[in-house]
């Protein structure tokens, strides 16, 4: 199992924007504060009570006490409903990608998961699977509603069909976003009380750093989780802050709106002016596509924004943005349009080069070139790297040298004349952007022999490659095969041949 990635140190004095936790980003409810200020004036030496909170939970939420339970955020109250009821035998239902703590507390309980996949392309939750999967009898089936990081929703009336489905399953419904949303399951409990909702004051009403959260449930559930739950997991200053929050319930409100009708439209409008795409979201953040996630995520950050980067299968290269007041959101997106649009988004056209018998002469007998005596750059070679760059192609170069570095071929030798070769160049305003030289014999069996992509696969990552225009020049079935698995198109030119000839079509075509 790999930990939850938790924000990095220092993200707390972090002087720019930061939207990658879909925290609030304004500070929470003046009367936080102030009820803070004075209880740790108070009796710190006693242990904490609740009952002031439950009752403002109850009127708030509109549930009875009894249904209610205090957490030590709703990550704990997550944990505390797979600790509760879920064993190793059970299966549970977790459809992804979703919020990570589902299946990290399905795994610790050593239960099975199953997990059916929203719709990666509309992020629509994968409700016939889940239905279909209530016959295989699972303890406890998810809804993240709405669900992180997607952003997207699931009815209430899709809620009840699946807790009617599966009556004997529990069904844990997600609602820490529910104040952006509007949606909530609670109705239901009563006539479906299989139904387990968890909330937190982590989000709309700004409380993360202090870690409080509830749950909302029939009483018999609520007296099953009170006996695995510890009786003082909530600290009395949460409980404080999160009292004083729930008295100042335009604040938060205010804040919603805001994010929600303003800020939120706002962005939409700006990613689909720019053909961003974007999953439809009812929360306080959004998941858009783009083409080169690493590269956007670091130019955000070095530009003054933090937003997360997903790696689960289907979002591999999305990023997901928080979203808080308008002036934040114009900055983000002035920020955006200025160090984004038109630069990363831009497909590059990369052009990857073989080098011996296709940019230098190789010897058929040793195919090794040891000095710069031996050195000499192939007929059409600068003409043509010269035309490329001219047409704004990145150049590329990717070369097997076998057993570079031993006795028989010392490293000295290639990089005397590597560094011949890039002079000669670079004098006709020739260069190369990256080169990459795999050093191992064919038997070594490496990774990174051509036609393997490893050596270029982090550098073609951050950026959006033009598939269509880019292409891989070689004289070998290596370099053939590079292509194809780069899935760009192949340039063949003779050993030692004519790179003129080589791109006589091409050249008609492209340049
Ligand atoms: C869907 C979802 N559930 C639960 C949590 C946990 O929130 P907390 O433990 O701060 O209440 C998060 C936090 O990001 C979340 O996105």
Redesign the pocket.
Known sequence: MKPYTAPPPGRRSYRGLILD??ERTALPSKRVKTALMEAIQGKLQMYPEYGALEMALARYAGAPQENILITN???EA?SLIFRTFVGARDTVVVPEPS?S?FTQYAKIAGASVVSPPYDTRTGAYPLDQVLAACDRNPKLIII?NPN?PTGTLVSVSDIKRIATRSPRSVILV?E?YAEFSGVTAVSLIAQNPNIII?R?F?KAFGL?AL?I?YILANPVFIAELTKVKGPYDVNLLAAIAATAALSDIPDMRAYTTEVMTQSKPMLEAFFRKNAVPFYPSAANFLLIRVPNAVQIEETLRRNGVLVRRQSKPGIENCLRISIGTVAETKRFIRIFARTVCNKSLTPKKVAVFDRDGTLIFEPQDTYQINSVKELRILPGVTQTLRRLTNAGYILVMVTNQDGLGSKGYPRSNFTTVQSELLTRLKKTDVIFRKIYVCPHMPDDNCSCRKPNTSLIDTFLATMNMDRDASFVCGDRASDAGLAVNLGIRYIRTDTNGNLNAAFASFRKENL
Request: proline content about 0%; hydrophobic content about 35%.
């Open positions: 936790f879909n955020g709703s990550d997550i919020f703590m993240c992180n997600d820490a968890t937190t982590s993360a870690r959260g």
